[in-house]
């Protein structure tokens, strides 16, 4: 099932309600039980989804909106586990995913399988895709082989780690940046002092957010900030022109995917504390 998303421009975002701004950056249907959910975004083509097989094994195939005749035809993916232990299948070779295991799925993979290694704890797989242009080959990535990134502090409650897994120093790939970041106990902030990236969108799922708490996150220009309230498992889609940041009622976890004109990780525009309104 896929749902297509037009996003909101700059100078309509103003003018927004809190529903519209919901409706249109926000992603609260994934993660449906023995169901793939997918949502096709104007932004620079991205693809947002979920699959969560309990019972039985899911099969990620091609949509009306592809005009393609498997999903990986022009496409390449990541997927990162926020569940139980899981596997997924690419053309017969099966890679097994642990909690925030990662897979990069290359373009021209034509059968592609998601299964759950217990069904009272089945796997989350957590999927982001964007165009490809070549081939690079389908790689597994174990979280304790990411490329870790230690920030912030406890004084500014930001102490985080970012694990970075597709990337240009990792596992290659046509335009998909992928990784995901673990605060610390005490810590709630994201990415602040936020930054934009004119270059590129960039996608936030949130996770491990406790029941009964919420992210607060930030986006728009620095200059007319807003905020959407997001729950567990719940997606934010960025524009180029929105910076990306948030807090939360207590300790969370967010996976970020970027996708557009480059690759590099530290192409950011830095927009300052004090810049913000």
Not at 126 to 151: C, G, I, M, N, W
């Amino acid at each position: 099932m896929m749902e297509t998303r037009y996003a909101g421009d700059p100078v309509r975002y103003p003018r927004m309600t809190t529903e519209e701004l919901r409706r249109t950056f926000l992603i609260d249907t994934l993660f449906e039980a023995d169901a793939v959910r997918l949502v096709y975004s104007d932004l620079d083509r991205a693809i947002v989804g979920s699959a969560v097989p309990v019972k039985k094994a899911l099969r990620l195939e091609s949509a009306g909106e592809l005009r393609s005749r498997y999903f990986a035809e022009r496409r390449e993916i990541g997927v990162i586990n926020t569940g139980g232990s899981g596997v997924v299948a690419v053309d017969g070779k099966e890679y097994r995913l642990a909690n925030r295991d990662g897979l990069y799925i290359g373009r021209g993979s034509k059968e592609i399988a998601f299964s759950s290694g217990r069904p009272e704890d089945p796997a989350f797989f957590y999927l982001l895709s964007y165009p490809a242009h070549r081939e690079y080959p389908t790689a597994f990535a174990a979280v304790k082989d990411a490329d870790a990134v230690q920030l912030g502090s406890d004084a500014e409650c930001n102490k985080r780690t970012i694990r970075k897994t597709i990337h240009q120093d990792g596992i290659r790939s046509c335009q998909l940046v992928m990784g995901f970041t673990e605060l610390a106990e005490g810590s709630v902030w994201n990415t602040m002092p936020p930054h934009t990236h004119s270059r590129r969108m960039e996608v936030y799922l949130y996770f491990d957010v406790p029941a009964d708490h919420a992210v607060f996150h930030l986006m728009g220009p620095p200059e007319e900030t807003r905020h959407i309230v997001v729950r567990n498992r719940q997606a934010v889609l960025s524009p180029s022109w929105s910076l990306h940041s948030g807090v939360g009622t207590a300790r969370y976890a967010f996976v970020w995917g970027m996708g557009g004109e480059n690759q590099a990780f530290d192409d950011m525009d830095p927009a300052g504390i004090g810049k913000l309104l």
